[in-house]
């Protein structure tokens, strides 16, 4: 199979450029994955949000309509659009109502409405993802795990002080491996049902604590923590997790990589990358 990224040809809010390289690449399946992705940064920047997020959704959708009308479109979501769970409702499910409580999170609720209602009136094919926390090597930063692993791998090149920042360090998580949440992508378009959504995720809730006490364990140096109030979110959820019961069943998908491995992977990959920005400026 034959991969493009449009992001290579143009810009995500473009419809008549999405459809130019759709008709120049016909597509059998749209992985729509373009947007703003660091909800911390939403925060920030919400207009921006909603105008890749959820109005680059409708100018994929009718790029899609225009160009490639047979194509099965895979719009990958989120987790955050369930906002706040209550304890008793985790793992959530996917017949759990959407109540996004941050500026990503809406836009990612208001670009599923909009794809529910825009594929009913052109009969496109479209399937919805909802990944939770995901994570592994290659991932930029903005997100927990990579944060944690840069700060540290900078500090054991002796490139920043023996301190690292961090957040909110009680909040719990539900951590998938990006290489398993392709595979939960790829069997989503495979065999999903037509205008049904799916969590991919672990099914498990993961102190942030344990994931910054298991890379200061694999560090080399020794390592101070100090709080960062700027990594706090005006609204964050304590415990969160997901079931992925109904991609097991409709899927046939679970992730495989334990999360160990996906620290271990991640540390290395940033001390690589390190190694290398360093042999560049030496």
Known sequence: ????????????????????????????????????????DAWNQRRKVYEVN?????????????????????????????????????????????????????????????????????????????????????????????????????????????????????????????RDLVEGLISTADRGTRGAAYNLCSGQAVAVQHVLTTFLDAATVAIEVEADLQRLRPSDMPRFAGSNALAAAELGWQPQIPFARTLADTLEWWRQRVREEQNLDG
């Open 54 to 178: 959820t109005l680059g959704t409708g100018a994929c959708l009718e790029a899609v309509a225009a160009a490639a009308p047979s194509a099965r479109v895979v719009l990958v979501s989120s987790g955050l659009v369930y906002g706040h769970v209550d304890a008793a409702d985790l793992p959530v499910a996917e017949d759990h109502a959407r109540s996004p409580r941050s500026p990503y999170a809406a836009s990612k609720a208001c670009a599923e409405i909009l794809a529910t209602e825009f594929c009913g009136s052109h009969d496109i094919d479209l399937v919805i993802a909802r990944p939770f926390n995901f994570s592994g090597p290659g991932q930029g930063l903005g997100f927990v795990t990579a944060d944690f692993a840069c700060q540290i791998a900078r500090i054991e090149a002796g490139l920043a002080e023996p301190r690292i920042r961090v957040g909110n360090l009680a909040a719990e998580r539900d951590f998938t491996d990006v």
């Open 1 to 40: 199979m034959e991969f493009h990224a449009v992001s290579d040809y143009g810009d995500i809010g473009d419809t008549d450029r999405l459809a130019e390289v759709m008709a120049a690449h016909p597509p059998e399946v749209v992985y729509h994955l373009a947007g703003l992705a660091a909800v911390g």
